[in-house]
């Protein structure tokens, strides 16, 4: 028994930190999979990071997971919480691990109990990754109906893992931080129909669907890149839609950071959602930024306050301190998004 907590400790530790080492999406997933497996073995892995400060995907990366026709169903019928162990519930606790078993009788009538037979799987785990009172992702394990189902000791040994893992996310996407910005493009539109229907498109959004393409939930295969756009829609269109307000994720891309909102109409377009596509402004990234880099309420007035171009002294006497103390809120800001100084910080926003 000693032996084996040792080893969990020992486990929760290497997750945390191979996410420093991962140098993109797939890279990350790979990685937490194989750690994770030296205690929850499974045959396939869906890994989605979230923006914080929204629950919306920023990131997806997956090994032998669900097809993507089965993969959207569900991401509908979650979203209707219609279905077991809804990741928004997992991610409010107080349990963040899910576990659905095809020999179970519970849920007889579950889409996703049906679904997993004919894709040949067995069992299923959902794994929420929240820290801090902030959602920062979801991974879901996959076992084949050939191989031993989830047990209630591994929904035990999960629950361990959840805060690790959302701790190798948060650093991950910490990472990302300093993005300096070469997007140039125009903002891109489309407009979604109550039915899910592609309605508009404006030409720049094939642009921004091949800069998301690399950490976006984007199909793969030979499909129509209209099919590509759907599912990379699908997620934020979903969310404004039951929210009935604007969401927005912020993504970390090559070339910077880009901004995706989904904000649903009203009056005769009710159900009609406006997806927007855009760079990311210093005002719109903060708060995730924040969140991910572990930047107190009072570094975030501070930075704001430098992005707007302001100087120290001007800064310190704007919030009545010390420049002594403004510069040390410096050091703190810097040293969590790995800047070495001002210029490199302003020029990532």
Not at 209 to 220: C, D, E, F, K
Not at 227 to 236: F, G, P, Q, S
Request: hydrophobic content about 40%; glycine content about 8%.
């Amino acid at each position: 028994m000693t032996a084996r907590l040792e080893g969990t400790h020992r486990l929760r530790y290497t997750i945390a930190a191979e996410a420093q080492h991962a140098v993109d999406v797939p890279e990350l997933g790979h990685q937490l999979s194989q750690q994770v497996k030296l205690f929850l073995p499974h045959d396939g892995y869906m890994l989605a990071g979230l923006d914080p400060l929204g629950d919306a995907t920023c990131f997806f990366t997956a090994e032998g997971g669900y097809s993507i026709g089965f993969n959207n169903r569900l991401e509908e019928a979650d979203s209707l919480g219609d279905e077991p162990h809804p990741f928004a519930q997992l991610l409010r606790g107080p349990a963040r691990v899910g576990v659905l078993n095809t020999s179970s009788t519970a849920h007889r009538d579950s889409l996703r109990l049906r679904g997993m037979v004919a894709e040949d799987f067995g069992s299923e785990m959902r794994i929420a990754l929240a820290a801090s009172g902030y959602a920062l992702g979801a991974l879901v394990l996959l076992r084949r109906r050939d191989t031993k189902p989830f047990s209630s000791a591994d929904t035990a040994r999960a629950e361990g893992l959840s805060a690790p893992l959302a701790e190798a996310v948060r650093r991950f996407m910490a990472r990302q931080a300093l993005r300096p910005s070469r997007l140039t493009l125009p903002t891109g539109v489309v407009v979604i129909g109550p039915d899910d229907t592609i309605r508009s498109v404006t030409p720049t959004v094939w642009d921004w669907l091949r800069l998301l393409s690399a950490v976006a939930p984007v199909a793969v295969g030979k499909l129509e890149r209209t099919e590509n756009l759907r599912y990379v829609t699908r997620n934020i269109s979903l969310l404004a839609r039951r929210a009935r307000r604007p969401v927005t994720s912020r993504i970390a891309t090559r070339d910077g950071w880009v901004s995706v909102q989904g904000q649903p109409l009203g009056g005769e377009e009710s159900g009609t959602v406006v997806v927007t596509y855009q760079q990311a402004t210093a005002a719109t990234l903060l708060p995730s930024l924040s969140a991910w880099c572990g930047i107190t309420s009072r570094e975030q007035t501070v930075l704001g306050l430098l992005l707007q171009g302001m100087p120290t002294k001007r800064l310190a006497r704007k919030l009545d301190l010390s420049p002594h103390t403004v510069n040390d809120h410096l050091k703190a800001i810097y040293r969590k998004v790995g800047a070495s100084g001002r210029d490199e910080l302003v020029a990532s926003f």
